[in-house]
């Protein structure tokens, strides 16, 4: 359906019948046409035009190489470009509009003086190719950035070539790999607690693996005796996150460290809950053989509506011949690629890692100093804390006790008053809050995992906890609001099994 | 500098609420022993020295307003319309997240739903997911889905192939019990196609093949995905996104799955990252596909609305059975594109390979006349090409240098064989005078 003058609001009052009127308590955010659907004659010239003999050179090309059926692209303004995608943007929840608390993805305030820097021209418009001697700037950055990681988690050498956490993961796995087949030990298993992380068993039978899950103790930890019970030669890695998804720090992870040793397996570190651990203490010091950072996290690289992130990599020496390649080297005051790794996994993607990412982070670390990143923890540390002892007298706090940088809630109360976690979470859109990570760890019912992070302050924790008091009261006395939510964004629930069942992933033009 | 909302003050009253003396307390937890430490590193910046000693480290890089790039090799110097980042870089774009929450990010998923139907007219294939990392670890994800939908163990990989995406392909499946079988290349830059002929047999799981190749060179596409499917095999087609403005689709000649790098679709170079790679099928391996897809549904009163969807393939919700570890992926860098592909338009996605398939060739016959300078193949090429430059390295590097132009590559780096051999990228960001300066700099050297 073609709607050329679509300025959102008409074309809202001409879309929606009378019906979704009555439940759209605010009709200002509305249906945006499919860029295929806006027509205008005139589309954009930022192209040189043509001379007119460009045609003769695909003369060099035989026929049956050329394209016959023009791709059928949308033929738009550049001003209805500007306000189809301003529009859609307007449609988004994000952390400058919006409280984000989504659990285990530390949603923070990410400085915009970092945008700056990584959209210099001496920064983005660079070639991984071009030579050395014209890149300093960039692998002094590359290098120095390694160090700054190996630093803050006690590590002994860095890649930066992953380009997320499960990317990092993968890499870390197919490093536990090929230094046991340089050991001539065959591994067939690799250990993940019951809370971890769908990225964890996921990579581990990308790599091969047989998946072992551990699990949880009464206290939210690993289990030691069901570890230690599931310990053998056969074990090439143990996979943890610390704290763990629950936010909960594992106690004995010095004994669980050494007990995977024992058996020759190595000790991997989930790192997407770095960001209460900085300055605190280091994964390198309890045992770890392999880490990685999520730099989208930690270390303030804005999630993009979904990405790019980063997710370099930290090795113990006896690991670091196993490292992608190529690392940065340091020589007299040059920097270089590393030109010979005869026992690398190779690489993960092409080039050097997400630079655009990593020079964010870099500046971020330099921006804070070590003083400025313990702050982040400790700050961190203490609005989880105390939005848990505010919220915990709502809602039962399965595994509770201090936490660490977040903490996992669960509507289990509400439940027996026929309200679910999922639904709490849309109710709470409809209050400008992004909602908590739900049904996450699977170890707990009604799961709601929430992480405030240290940027925001204790005004808007206050008012989390009213918004929460709020539905609560809703709960007990109008009840439907709550299921119906949310009444106030673009739409409502969505029907997901009419997506799945039949999927309609693409415009097609009938 | 530090980014913290808090005063003192509000963390003495919230550390009396939580009910602890002092932080202290709240990491008691944590043994003793990991306690004893000092991060070295220097002291925090203000945003004034940050951005001074960050625009000072930059000098220390060559970029592409500097000097004329001719560098290429997956990563192009294209020009990116303002509106690309004005638009993508808004906040509520950059600050979000995964759309999990599909009410909350309707922006997001419409996009990504216009994403994928952009891609898909591209590339005339059936269906694109939301984005992977890069074109490398897209090419690599596709192995993986032929090595598991055809239960066999063998992927045939040309050497005419990025050498850096071939090595990606192996790392992924080091630890897996696969064989990668080398098709050595021709005289005349592509594939020996006799010697492919035979390396494909029923354990031949996907046939691999970059258009055009690593060299420029259009391989024999047609013919290539006619062999694999007499085996049984897939076809998977690595391409540039911006050839197709001229050069037949994917989906047209025969590819089970197409993928290709991102990066000259609205994207920066960056140093090699981040960018995104696209991947799509064909309908029969839709639900094989990795990552995240976008489908459009109707909300609870009938409204047209977008969700994540075929989600049972995925890793949050199929752990150890998901068709691919990924999560975080390239999102941004995607709706890049997708804003790039709308300027863009019909008449200029076919314009754009116009003006670069022109300049490459107008480039490509005025070396061939300079002294020194002698051709690698016949064969077709669009907006890459390689010749022989009988110089000396050093000179000629300083020549170029001299003459501030970046690139072009020499091929002996990847392939020791081919020393003297150089890779030219071309694009209609070079101007006659580049070129100019180019000639003089491979004439002087
Ligand atoms: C605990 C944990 N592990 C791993 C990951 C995977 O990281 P990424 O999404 O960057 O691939 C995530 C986040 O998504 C996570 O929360």
Redesign the pocket.
Same mark, same amino acid.
């Given at each position: 359906m073609s709607t050329p003058l679509a300025l959102n609001r008409i074309t809202d009052l001409l879309m929606n019948d009378s019906k979704a009127k009555v439940l759209s308590k605010n009709e200002t955010r509305s249906r945006t046409p499919l860029i295929f659907e806006r027509h205008s004659r005139n589309h954009a010239e930022w192209l040189p035009a043509l001379e007119g003999h460009e045609e003769t050179y695909l003369k060099s090309i035989p026929q049956d190489f050329l394209r016959k059926k023009e791709a059928n692209l949308p033929s738009v303004s550049e001003l209805e470009v500007v306000r189809h995608f301003t529009g859609l943007s307007q449609k988004n929840f994000s952390v400058d509009v919006n409280f984000y608390p989504l659990g285990?993805?530390t949603m923070k305030y990410n400085p915009k003086c970092l945008d700056a820097i990584a959209s210099l021209s001496s920064f983005s418009l660079i070639h991984p190719y071009q030579e050395e001697s014209l890149a300093q700037g960039a692998l002094k950055i590359l290098f120095e950035m390694q160090e700054y990681l190996s630093e803050i988690t006690g590590m002994d050498e860095f890649t930066l070539q992953p380009a997320? &956490?499960?990317? @990092?993961?993968l890499c870390g796995l197919l490093i536990a790999g090929a230094y046991h087949r340089a050991r001539g030990s065959k591994k067939t298993k690799v250990l993940i607690p019951d809370s971890?992380? @769908?990225?964890?068993p996921a990579t581990a039978a990308l790599c091969g693996y047989e998946v072992v899950t551990v699990k949880s103790n009464a206290k939210g930890l690993v289990d030691f005796d069901d570890l230690k019970s599931k310990l053998d030669s056969g074990v090439a890695c143990l996979m943890m996150?610390n704290p763990n998804?629950l936010g909960l720090f594992e106690e004995d992870i010095l004994e669980i460290a050494k007990a995977v040793h024992a058996v020759d397996g190595l000790v991997y570190y989930? @790192?997407?809950?770095m960001n209460a651990l900085l300055g605190i203490c280091r994964p390198g010091d309890m045992g770890f053989d392999i880490v990685?950072m999520?730099l989208?996290?930690t270390f303030a690289v804005p999630h993009g509506s979904g &990405?790019p @992130?980063s &997710?370099p990599v930290g090795v113990k020496k006896h690991l670091i011949p196993f490292l992608p390649s190529p690392r940065v080297l340091k020589q007299k005051e040059k920097f270089l690629f590393e030109k010979q790794a005869p026992q690398s996994i190779g690489k993960l993607r092409s080039f050097y890692g997400n630079f655009g990412a990593i020079i964010r982070s870099y500046a971020y670390i330099k921006a804070l100093g070590k003083e400025g990143l313990r702050a982040v923890s400790e700050n961190a540390i203490i609005n989880a804390n105390y939005l848990r002892v505010r919220l915990k007298k709502m809602y039962d706090v399965p595994y509770d006790g201090i936490c660490m940088h977040e903490f996992v809630m669960a509507a289990t109360r509400q439940k027996k008053k026929g309200v679910r976690a999922l639904d709490i979470a849309k109710r709470l859109l409809d209050y400008g809050v992004h909602a908590p990570t739900v049904y996450f760890p699977l170890i707990v019912e009604e799961a709601m995992m929430v992480e405030p992070t240290e940027t925001e302050s204790k005004e808007t924790l206050d008012e989390f906890v009213q918004i929460l008091e709020k539905i609560e009261k809703e709960i007990e006395q109008d009840p439907a609001i709550v299921l119906e939510a949310p009444h106030t964004t673009p739409v409502g629930r969505m029907d997901e099994v009419l997506a799945a069942r039949q999927p309609n992933l693409r415009f097609k033009n009938s | 500098m530090q980014y913290i909302s808090n005063t003192d003050n509000d963390k003495k009253v919230m550390l009396e609420a939580i009910g602890v003396s002092s932080f202290e307390d709240l990491v008691a937890k944590v043994p003793k022993s990991l306690r004893n430490f000092e991060l070295r590193l220097p002291k925090g910046k203000s945003e004034l020295e940050l951005l001074s000693e960050m625009v000072e480290i930059g000098r220390e890089n060559i970029n592409f307003h500097d000097y004329a790039s001719y560098l290429g090799a997956g990563n192009y110097d294209h020009f990116v319309p303002t509106v690309v980042n004005a638009l993508a870089h808004r906040g509520e774009f950059i600050t979000s997240y995964?759309p999990y929450q599909g009410e909350a990010s309707q922006g997001t998923l419409q996009s990504i739903y216009e994403f994928q139907s952009l891609i898909c007219e591209l590339t005339a294939m059936d269906y694109s997911n939301a984005s992977m990392y890069d074109g490398a670890s897209g090419l690599a994800e596709a192995a993986l889905l032929a090595l598991r939908s055809t239960g066999r163990k063998k992927i045939v990989v040309p050497v005419t192939i990025h050498p850096e995406y071939r090595t990606v392909v192996k790392t992924y499946t080091s630890c897996l019990d696969v064989e990668i079988v080398e098709i050595p290349m021709a005289a005349d830059g592509v594939l020996d196609f006799e010697i492919l002929k035979k390396s494909i047999d029923e354990n031949t799981a996907a046939v691999l093949v970059q258009h055009p190749n690593f060299f420029g060179l259009l391989e024999d596409v047609r013919a290539i995905g006619e062999e694999a499917h007499k085996a049984g095999a897939l076809f998977i087609a690595c391409v540039n996104p911006i050839s197709l403005g001229i050069l037949e689709p994917p989906g047209e000649y025969g590819a089970d799955i197409a993928v290709g790098e991102g990066q000259p679709l609205g994207n920066p170079t960056a140093f090699g990252g981040p960018h995104f790679g696209f991947f799509t099928v064909k309908e029969d391996f839709l639900r094989k596909m990795p990552g995240r897809i976008a489908g459009m549904t109707v909300d609870k009163v009938g409204r047209r609305s977008f969700v994540l969807t075929l989600q049972a393939r995925e890793q949050h919700i199929r752990r150890e059975k998901a068709t691919s570890?990924?999560?975080?992926n390239h999102s941004l860098c995607a709706l890049k594109g997708a804003i790039y592909l709308s300027l863009l338009g019909k008449e200029g996605l076919k314009k754009l390979a116009l003006l670069n398939l022109k300049n490459a060739h107008q480039t490509y016959d005025a070396l061939l006349k300079l002294k020194g300078v002698r051709e690698f193949s016949r064969r077709p090429f669009f907006n890459e090409f390689v010749l022989h430059l009988e110089k000396d390295a050093g000179n000629l590097k300083a020549s170029l240098e001299a003459n501030k132009i970046l690139g072009p590559l020499a091929l002996n780096a990847f392939y020791p064989k081919q020393a003297g051999a150089y890779l030219f990228a071309v694009t209609e960001n070079r101007t006659p005078s580049d070129q100019q300066r180019l000639l003089e700099a491979i004439s002087a050297s």
């Open positions: 285990s993805c997320a &956490g499960a990317h @990092g993961e971890a992380h @769908g990225t964890n996150t998804t989930d @790192g997407a809950n990685h999520n989208h996290k &990405g @992130g &997710g | 995964t570890n990924i999560c975080t």
